[in-house]
């Protein structure tokens, strides 16, 4: 069993920056790839960006130049840091975490709002 702690949302104004972080704890566990999925009101979840074991990253177009994901793999964590927020990247922002199986975190709100 994987547990997942996220942390780093809140308000922001609009071109203002956060960093979300998610860190995993558990026993006897690999983790193969590591992600932010984005779900923003009365829409789907969908993948921010994610980021493999070897360091292979993938961006949504919609934030690719503004969003970085990197990790920690010595602390089994995994961080978003979100540049020039646009109001429509408000949203729970969910850490996701794919071992045996996919786990994922309760979520963190992110307002972006002047």
């Known amino acids: 069993q994987v547990q997942l702690v996220e942390s780093g949302g809140g308000l922001v104004q609009p071109g203002g920056s956060l960093r979300l972080s998610c860190a995993a704890s558990?026993?006897?566990?690999?983790?193969?790839?590591m992600g932010w999925y984005r779900q923003a009101p009365g829409k789907q979840r969908d993948l921010v960006a994610g980021?493999?074991?070897?360091?292979?990253?993938n961006y949504a177009d919609s934030v690719k130049g503004r969003f970085t994901i990197s990790r920690d793999n010595a602390k089994n964590t995994v961080y978003l840091q979100m540049n020039s927020l646009k109001p429509e990247d408000t949203g729970v922002y969910y850490c996701?975490?794919?071992?045996?199986?996919?786990?994922w975190g309760k979520g963190t709100l992110v307002t972006v709002s002047s």
């Open positions: 996701n975490v794919v071992s045996k199986q996919s786990y």
């Open positions: 558990g026993s006897n566990f690999s983790i193969y790839a």
């Open positions: 980021i493999t074991s070897g360091g292979i990253t």
